[in-house]
């Protein structure tokens, strides 16, 4: 952004155009644009938009973003859900998309304890797969996957979520099976079936003090050991009170001194109350649907805006303080209803935590974060 030009209210920077019946987002400044010299602007994206069956949201995407993740697609139950069966069409098309739009393609996820299917970690009698049998589907999985998009996807979340709150490696069943070493081998394979893509660890909760030690233990082993890795994704599933802003500062600062790219992978900011007190993205955490639970269901008083706006400028700045470390930003989904905070950790809650609201228009959050990299 040019020195001098303000930003101006968020009426006043948008407006609607209508065209066949449909609305479009115009904006004079997009989120790319103003934080083209800090960090690529990224997210993610579901296969009804890839596939051409939410075009509005398609139009945001490409004029506010340059880095695109699929948010389900290319995780194994969705691409390999069978040992003799690939289903490739989503995945194709969202890898379409970014090359149409010159964006920087993330692949999410190659190894994951979630969302992997049975058959994975079983033999044809449905016992415990033996340790070598699961390091080559694990390899055979990795080189088919990546090697379809070899020079076309640009940096894979290699592993996903492999330590838990305490600082202990997750008990999943690639550990169990296969060992402390599935970590090193997933990277491995990741690099021999396409050298040139980065590669990265991604999780949850980073700024819990055991997760912190735990991750930067394993990156630097990997790095000792000659293993590429390129960069930490810390996942920012967030909510108004949480993580503290120290916690977040003192986290990112620990892994930048790794040498190795930061990057927020998964951000949304949750403004709904948290009475079960649950602040992690354990996909098989589940609490009852209440009144007090869900209290805005027709929408979201000022008040809140104004809270969430706050919230949000708070960590974009936090982000700018990390900019030589920090090389991209990617939102948890394009609008609020497409969100799966929706039905996490509750089923069936109206939620607001992305920059743009149902009706696919930018919400004060939008230009709250916008300022801070013109005030930078």
């Known amino acids: 952004m040019k020195p ?3 930003i101006s ?23 790319k644009d103003a934080f083209k010299d800090f960090f690529y602007m990224g997210v993610a994206l579901n296969d009804a938009q890839v596939l051409g069956k939410d075009p509005k949201s398609m139009k945001i995407v490409e004029e506010q973003f340059n880095s695109i993740t699929p948010e389900n697609n290319l995780k194994w139950e969705r691409v390999h859900p069978k040992p003799d069966k690939y289903n490739f069409e989503p995945a194709d098309s969202f890898v379409a998309f970014g090359e149409r739009n010159k964006m920087f393609i993330i692949g999410h996820c190659l190894l994951w304890h979630s969302q992997t ?18 390091l080559q589907r694990l390899k055979d999985h990795i080189y088919t996957v990546v090697g379809r998009y070899k020079g076309r996807i640009h940096g894979w979340d290699v592993v996903n979520e492999a330590v838990d709150d305490d600082g202990s490696l997750r008990k999943s069943k690639w550990l169990q099976i296969i060992g402390e070493d599935y970590i090193e081998k997933a990277f491995q394979y990741a690099h021999e079936a396409d050298p040139d893509a980065e590669l990265y660890y991604n999780d949850y909760n980073e700024w819990y003090k055991g997760r912190t030690e735990t991750i930067i233990t394993i990156v630097n082993s990997l790095k000792e050991r000659g293993i590429k890795i390129d960069g930490i994704g810390m996942q920012g599933h967030w909510g108004l009170d949480y993580p503290s802003l120290e916690e977040m500062d003192a986290s990112m600062k620990a892994y930048s001194e790794t040498g190795l790219k930061l990057m927020i992978t998964e951000m949304e900011m949750d403004i709904l109350p948290n009475p079960y007190n649950y602040k992690g993205a354990d996909v098989s955490k589940r609490f009852q649907l209440t009144k007090e639970s869900n209290p805005y269901p ?27 470390a920090m090389t991209r930003v990617t939102l948890w989904g394009v609008h609020d209803r497409q969100s799966w905070r929706n039905d996490f950790p509750i089923r069936g809650r109206t939620s607001y935590p992305l920059l743009f609201d149902r009706n696919y ?11 801070t990299a013109a005030a930078k």
């Open 4 to 6: 001098g030009i303000k």
């Open 9 to 31: 209210s968020l009426f006043l920077t948008f407006f609607l155009i209508s065209i066949i019946g449909q609305s479009v987002v115009t904006a004079q400044t997009t989120l």
């Open 117 to 134: 299917p049975n058959w994975v970690f079983e033999d044809g009698n449905g016992n415990p797969a033996t340790r070598e049998a699961l």
């Open 298 to 324: 027709d929408g979201l008083p000022d008040s809140m805006h104004a809270a969430q706006s706050n919230r949000y400028a708070e960590y974009f700045k936090l982000f700018l303080k990390y900019k030589d």
């Open 361 to 371: 228009m930018p919400k004060p959050a939008f230009d709250a974060v916008i300022k």
